[in-house]
């Protein structure tokens, strides 16, 4: 049953613990900074520094995890469908977050946003494709 849990909840939950333990509580101002403070520098063979902050952590993460879920979406299984219903249901709450809570009106949170949508997205139309498929096959 664990199959069924979109993986994009891991990277939501880890924005909504961070919102949550702002000395601000939920002020988009200190998310906004929470997410844009320099966690550590790497010199670049540039010669310039590239700042990396918890935003761009996140977000990398993030990138991460859509990539094991687009994998995930590929699969016919039964449980497939609970888990694009869950996607769906866990796009429908980042976007009523986004919209309503002042601490979610960022960059990052957008993003992650995004990511859940192209989630879901991916996983209506592989299912829609192969079911497709599977339809014309029975034809002939």
Known sequence: MFAAVPLLALPVLVYNLIALTLSGAFKSAEAHARMTETLFTIHMTSRVD?????????????????????????????????????????FIICLIEFLLAPAFATSTFFLITVMVLLDVLAGFIVTIVAARRDVDFGEH
């Not at 990138?63 to 995930?72: C, D, S, Y």
């Not at 299984?77 to 249901?89: D, M, P, Q």
């Open 50 to 90: 590239w700042a990396v902050s918890l935003g761009d952590l996140l977000l990398a993460a993030s990138l991460v995890v859509l990539f094991v879920e687009l994998l995930k979406s590929t699969t016919s299984r039964k449980i497939a469908i609970i888990n694009h219903s869950l996607s769906l249901v866990l």
